[in-house]
């Protein structure tokens, strides 16, 4: 099979992975499969429940898996920032952060700091998330950032006026406008760790459509799914960018990954195309700026 796929990585024995929104969808394939390769896999999710029902889950598949349950609520800014702190102090190494949860077009809701939901849990938390683990993440040569985006980064726009939309909210739009924050996060967080000569990489996926919890509040991706197997990604197939951007050795600082096939819907993964208003420098330093304010997180990477 042509592309990147869970059989294309070795070993990942003696490495750790943070894996956000494990317990579910995609994050809990890369988990699964990580486990599978020997890595230890700390499963930042909201519900410890669920999460360790799910690392039970991935014990029948892979008997003594070296997994872990770390409390992570995305729409709480004190949780990000005590999940970090936990990973700090508890974990000897963390080789790499996988930013894989997220929410999708919920009705217009707020974070505990009185956010957006969409760009509050799909951005600013990964943002902060990422800021915060950067020191542990450059203890270890070759540790790696991966930010989730998607293709409705396409239709995205961010609006600078009414980012936590106190004028307005179309569910739809501000999730493509979210996960275009993630490519614009992306963008800049590897310029500045290009130019602080960091040793961390940092690189984004996106699953195409994939059979996973994420759309429960679409309709239409409720209607499609049950119809659409031999042209949407399982979940399974959907963590393959997400495994790509990971641990694939020949994957290079500020990659895109996605699926090949359909327009990018499903199949395999590679390098994958972003829209031009993904690649606007200096969006994407104005969003890092914003971001530092919105969040009172500033990693200490200097935008030279």
Not at 102 to 110: F, N, Q, T, Y
Not at 230 to 244: D, R
Not at 251 to 267: I, K
């Amino acid at each position: 099979m042509k592309g990147f796929t869970a059989a294309s990585l070795g070993g990942q024995a003696g490495k750790c992975f943070l894996v956000t929104g494990a317990n579910t969808g995609i994050g809990y394939e890369a988990a699964r499969v990580l486990a599978a390769l020997g890595a230890r896999v700390l499963m930042a999710c909201r519900s410890e429940e669920k999460a360790r029902l799910a690392m039970e889950h991935i014990r029948m598949h892979v008997p003594g898996a070296n997994l872990a349950f770390v409390p992570l609520d995305q729409a709480d800014l004190f949780s990000v920032r005590e999940c970090a702190e936990r990973v700090v102090r508890d974990e000897p190494r963390l080789d790499v952060l996988i930013n894989n949860a997220g929410v999708m077009v919920p009705p217009l809701e707020r974070t505990v700091q009185g956010h957006e939901l969409q760009f509050g849990v799909n951005h600013l938390a990964p943002f902060a998330l990422t800021g915060l683990l950067l020191p542990k993440l450059s203890e270890t040569p070759g540790a790696r950032v991966v930010i989730t985006a998607s293709l409705a980064h396409v239709r995205g726009r961010i609006d600078w006026d009414d980012l936590d939309a106190r004028r307005s909210y179309r569910a739809r739009q501000r999730y493509a406008d979210s996960k275009l924050a993630n490519l614009l996060h992306l963008l800049e967080l590897d310029r500045r760790l290009r130019a602080a000569g960091s040793p961390v990489r940092a690189m984004a996926c996106h699953p195409g459509i994939a059979a996973t919890e994420l759309g429960r509040n679409s309709l239409g991706f409720r209607l499609l799914f049950p119809v659409a197997g031999l042209v949407l990604n399982s979940a399974e197939q959907g963590a393959w960018p997400t495994l790509q951007a990971a641990a694939d050795p020949a994957a290079g600082p500020g990659a895109y990954y996605g699926p090949q096939r359909f327009l990018g819907l499903s199949g395999p993964s590679a390098p994958a195309k972003r829209k031009a208003t993904a690649r606007d420098p200096q969006a994407a330093r104005r969003l890092w700026e914003v971001s530092v304010q919105m969040t009172g997180i500033d990693c200490g990477l200097a935008g030279l």
